[in-house]
Structures are given as C-alpha cells and as structure tokens.
C-alpha cells in the first residue's frame, strides 16, 4: 500500500526523528490561506500518490495569502496521472543549496534490504544509475549485520556532501531502522535537502508497505492512501476477493493466480478480450459465489469461462457455489466449463445436473467456445 | 532436498488444523512418510496415528524427520519456519501465502546459516508420482499425475495440476514436480529447480511453468542455455495489464522488467521452446509419444 507525501513525512519521518519541514494539510482553499498565515511563503504541494506532481502542475510556491488561495484552488481542481487532488500540504518555502537521494528498499533478488544513496537529488534513480554511476552508492544489509550511523558514514565516505555527512549519515541510519520498524517495502527521501541554515531536510517521501504486514502495522495502514479502484473492484476487495476490471467482454472465474493469468492469455490468443481477473484460489475458494455476481455485474460480459484445476481448491465446493449463485441470479449470457483436479467428479456432476451443462475437456476448447459466444453476442448487438 | 522421494520423514507443523489434517491424510494415502506433528497445544497427543509435539526441535529429539512442512498462518510463518531450521530439517516447504516481507527475509537468513532448503513460500509443494508428495497438490490423483519422465516446475499450483494433467493425458507421465512459489522472495527459484531436475537421473525432459514478474525465468534461461535435456516452457501472464499484482504478490509487471515478452525472449535464445497455450506443451516436448503408447508410461528402471 502507498502513502501520501503528507503521512509519509508527519507519520513515518517525523516521529523516526528525520527532519521534516513544517507544513499544513489543506482541503480547501480557506484552509490554505489559514495554513499560510501560519506558514508565510510557502509551496502548495498536491498529494497524489504519484510522482509525476512537479511535470504536471502541481506544485506550486505561494508567496502571499491571496497567492496561497487561488494556486490552493487550482492544484485542488486537478487530476494528475488518474488520481483527483483531494488535498494539498503547505510547506514552508526551503532555500536550497544541495540535493540528495536516500532510499531503503527489499531487494528480492538477494533477499535483503538495500540502503541505496546519491549525491544527485531531485533526480529519478533509475536515471543516475545509468548515467552518474559514481554519484551513486548502494548497500545490502545482511539482517544479523543491520545499519547504524558508523555503516552510513562508510557508505557516504568519499563523497563530497559539503559538510553535511554527519547530519545525512544518521538521517540514512534512521531511514533503515524505520523502514524496518514500519514494514516499509519502500521508503524514499527525494530530494534530501541542505538548506542555506545547514540544516537538512527531507523534501517529499515515497513510502510503501508491505500489504502482508498490514496486519502488525494496523495503525498506520489505516492511513494509506486509497488504490484507484472502479466500484466493482472496491466491492471485491471489501469480499475479500482480488478482482481486476479489463475492458473486454469474456467474464473469467478461475481457481489460482496462475490458472487466472493463463485463462486470460487463452482468450486473448483465441482472439477474445477478457473482462477482468478474478482469482478464487487460496482460502477464497470457498468464495465462488460471491465472486460469480461480480464477475457478471461486470456490464462488458457477452459470455463467462469457468475454468477449475483444483490442488488445494475444491472444485466440488467452488461448482456448488456457481451453481447456486447461476440459479439465483439466472444470468442471460451463456457460460463454458472445464474442470479438472480435487473433487472434479462431484464437481462436473453438479454442474450437469445443475445447469444442464457440460464441462468441456480441454480448457482451451472452453476458452474457444466463450469467445465466439462474445463475438457472436457482439455481432447480434450491433445487427440490433 | 527440492525432489521429493518416499525415503524422506515428513514433519507437518499445523497437523492438527483442517487443512493441516485433511492433507496429512492425502499425504500419507499417497504414501509419503508422515512421521510426526508440531501443536504446541496439543503436545503428548496423537493424530492421525503419529505423535504430537510441541516444537520441531522436540519432535527432531524423537521422531527425526527431513522435511517439515507448515500449515501455519502468516503472523506466526516466522517463529514455525526458524524452529524446523534450527531443528535441523534438511528441507522446509512453507506453503504459507502473505507472510510479511521482513519475516521472509529472516527465514531466508536462518536457512542459509543452517544450510536448509527452503521451498516457498506460498508454493503448492512438490509431488514425485508413485513416491508421494508434500504440501497440497492433487498428488492422489492419478487423472493428474503418472510416474514418467517430465520434470515439471511451476509458480502456481493451480497451472502446475494444469499442465501435469495435460502431460498426463498425453501419455507423459512426470519424474517429478517442483512447486516453488509465487512469492517475490522464494528459497529454491526456478534456476534452483531447473539444475536439479537436469541432474536427476529419472528426468529426461523439464517444462518449466513461469509467470510475469521478477527476474527468474530469465535466470533460469541462463542456465538452460548450457543444458542438453529438452526444456519446453510456459509464462502466464502474457494478457495481463503492466502495473497490477495478478494475485500472487511476485506476479507484476514495473515498467519492462518482468515482461512476459522479456522472459519469452530469454527463454527462446537460450533455446528453450515456448508454448502459446498450456495445451501445446506436450507436443513441444517432442518425444513422439501419445496416449496409445503404453511404453510412456513407464517406470524407469
């Protein structure tokens, strides 16, 4: 899950002891002249988890109260990259000097966290890698090893940070013992900030969690920022069910992640579109009818693959649910079985008997028979 | 150990739950040696006819085993996983799915200090037809899997039951499967599979079940390309959009890196034949061998 800059900075870097500058939350225009009466000048910032703001607009300076409230007004009428701007932080204006890069993330290739650092700030990482390698310093932490200031001075030795090592070395130290603390898949401080007082200041932060570890940082969690999710999505998520919305019109309920992605390639390679990813595998497998209305309250869907290979799954207990949700809502689309693994004799006798249909062999063939029920339900559409 | 063979004493941590329960059950039908449990609460009793201790460490004291596998949720994966390492299990298959990222990373640790195996986490387990199996694939089924010579590695458990299947009814029976997980974070990575499975004597041909995301595949085509065994692949994932986990955590596209075509174009330069479709993949395998011919099915000697 991902945060906005203003939790990230006041709920992550603030309390870990990172200096943060000062700065207001504002929904609404008159908020934003209040916030700059305490703040005077300041930059009036959009808080979407994005990091295209700065291209798009959407950070501005203020330098009187009427200022503050008319760029308030604007950034809070704009949507950057998808995401509507439900709010803007006030920041006080900085004077800076240099700036930094400082970043602790997992590195799942080594199976560690990585403490990565740059002298080139403001500046996408991916970029100075490819292009100032020597700017560029990284870190990975053996867990029994861990990261305190004296291994942040050995990182940064070496590089010329204009007499603001000690403050960044326990500023990076403070970064990896957070990230830990807090379950951060992600946290990034860019730019770090020498101001012309000295002081250094983390400028904006990009912070992840790790969505597994929601359940032992519940507070925090509490605070991400909300996923872009169509309603039918958000009704998924609420049902404990991971649905995806696509724009095309064969409705997909499989059992497993990998099962899910492969019905969708199969449609796709027999020349259809699928209408989402739904996967009822795991402990949702017990879910199936829950997740059958939203898959066809999906308003593109001309046609639906069931497609079952049941392992942990029961497919016996996940056709019970299809069945009886199929019965209950009585769907007019037409609908394509294969079913295969744990409980498949039961399994294919509910749905013969049931929905008076039969379970094709090879899922391909299922696949096959739902796209050209889309096509010729699209083609009858158009004849209309 | 990554092959599973019947020689191996299997410890289930979580025997005493449903699922814990239910697939000791199979395990054991299926012929896998099941010699003890792990319920701190239920020590001193038995279930399903072997004993019940409290930890790894004090069933290792009585009743040694090789493989420990969890049916343990996430919140306590952690505290299960360092008790079979420090036990002194060879092997840990930890089925578990949603275990923090940080947990992951101690495991890991723990295990390399140990020298342990870790198979997962969040995978299915892994099924040698005719020996048994460990975890929760339909390693009973005999519509699904036949002892044969088709090495198997998959992400998924789902594709994986998919795909033998498919072979099965091809009249390729399996050498074994290796279920690996579809965590970011896994202990044996397809690249781990893929060499053992070219070093086991029984495997004479490996389908390799891949998925977007990550670097693995591409690993693992670094090493096919010096391997003289067939290897014949397939990656989910080829119609799914850039940006969205596809359920299993490990399974994102982020900007090029994890593409489906970045993986397809390792795999085929490293000589690898990649299947469009699930059902293509026993033709790919080349051996000339279809339903009516009963010598497929055979064991090797």
């Not at chain 1, 701007?85 to 930094?100: D, P, Y």
């Not at chain 1, 209408?275 to 402990?283: P, T, Y």
């Not at chain 2, 490293?270 to 299947?275: C, F, K, Q, R, T």
Request: charged share 20%; glycine share 12%.
């Amino acid at each position: 899950m991902n945060f906005l800059e203003h939790a990230a900075k006041a709920r992550v870097l603030a309390p870990a002891g990172i200096p943060v500058p000062r700065a207001v939350l504002c929904r609404n225009p008159e908020e934003a002249v209040a916030a700059f009466a305490e703040l005077g000048p300041c930059m009036v910032k959009a808080q979407v988890p994005t990091g295209k703001r700065g291209k798009a607009g959407g950070i501005k300076p203020a330098n009187t109260a009427e200022e503050a409230r008319s760029v308030a007004e604007r950034i809070l009428g704009m949507a950057i990259d998808g995401h509507a701007v439900g709010a803007v932080l006030l920041e006080e204006q900085a004077r800076i000097v240099r700036e930094f890069y400082a970043a602790v993330l997992i590195d799942t290739a080594s199976r560690c966290p990585l403490v990565l650092f740059s002298t080139e700030g403001g500046m996408d990482i991916e970029e100075v890698a490819a292009t100032q390698p020597d700017a560029l310093r990284r870190h990975r932490v053996e867990p029994e090893a861990g990261f305190d200031a004296t291994a942040a001075r050995a990182l940064l030795s070496g590089l010329d940070l204009g007499g603001a090592e000690g403050a960044v070395a326990d500023i990076v130290a403070s970064l990896y013992e957070t990230s830990g603390r807090v379950d951060a898949e992600l946290i990034e401080i860019n730019p770090l900030a020498v101001l012309a007082d000295g002081r250094v200041v983390a400028l904006d932060c990009k912070l992840t969690l790790d969505d597994s570890a929601a359940f032992r940082q519940a507070e925090l969690a509490g605070e991400a920022a909300e996923e872009p999710m169509t309603d039918l999505e958000r009704e998924g998520a609420a049902n404990g069910l991971k649905f995806i919305q696509l724009d095309g019109d064969v409705g997909v309920l499989a059992n497993g992640a990998g099962l899910t992605m492969t019905t969708m390639d199969v449609i796709s390679h027999c020349g259809g579109r699928p209408a989402n990813f739904l996967e009822i595998g795991g402990e949702a497998y017990t879910k199936s009818e829950a997740a059958l209305k939203l898959v066809l309250s999906n308003p593109g869907v001309k046609s639906l693959v069931v497609n079952f290979c049941g392992a942990f799954a029961r497919t016996d207990v996940m056709a019970e649910g299809v069945v009886a949700a199929w019965k209950r809502l009585d769907p007019d689309i037409p609908v394509f079985f294969s079913i295969h693994g744990t409980g498949e004799d039961e399994a294919v006798r509910l749905v013969r008997e049931g929905l008076g249909c039969e379970p094709f062999d090879l899922m391909e063939d299922a696949v096959q028979a739902a796209v050209d029920a889309a096509h010729s339900a699209a083609s009858r559409g158009a004849a209309r | 150990m990554i092959i599973y063979r019947r020689s191996a004493r299997v410890l289930v941590q979580g025997i005493t739950g449903k699922q814990g329960t239910f697939w000791t059950q199979k395990m054991m039908e299926c012929g896998t040696q099941v010699v003890a449990g792990v319920n701190p609460k239920r020590a001193g009793e038995r279930h399903l006819g072997v004993p019940v201790y409290a930890t790894a460490k004090a069933a290792m004291a009585e009743s040694p085993f090789d493989v420990a596998v969890m049916f343990i949720p996430p919140a306590m994966a952690r505290e299960a996983a360092l008790d079979a390492i420090q036990a002194g299990a060879r092997t840990v298959v930890i089925l578990t799915e949603h275990i923090p990222a940080r947990d992951v990373m101690a495991i890991h640790h723990a295990a390399s200090r140990h020298g342990t195996r870790i198979v997962g986490p969040n995978t299915a387990g892994i099924v040698t037809p005719g020996e048994g199996f460990v975890g929760i694939m339909p390693g009973h089924n005999s519509n699904i899997f036949q002892p044969g010579e088709i090495g198997v590695i998959s992400r998924s458990g789902s594709l994986g039951t998919l795909i033998c299947l498919n072979l099965t009814r091809a009249g390729l029976g399996q050498s074994a499967f290796l279920g690996i997980g579809g965590d970011p974070m896994i202990g044996t990575t397809t690249r781990d599979a893929l060499q053992a499975l070219d070093e086991d004597a029984r495997t004479r041909a490996i389908v390799l079940v891949g998925e977007i995301g990550g670097a693995m595949e591409e690993a693992a085509a670094d090493y096919a390309a010096g391997m003289s065994k067939p290897v014949v692949s397939f990656i989910a994932g080829r119609a799914s959009p850039p940006g969205k986990k596809m359920g299993h955590a490990g399974a994102i596209v982020s900007g090029s890196f994890g593409s489906y075509e970045g993986k397809r174009r390792a795999l085929e330069a490293a000589g690898v034949s990649v299947a469009d479709t699930p059902a293509e993949i026993p033709g790919l395998l080349g051996l000339g061998q279809g339903r009516s011919d009963p010598a497929a099915r055979a064991l090797p000697a």
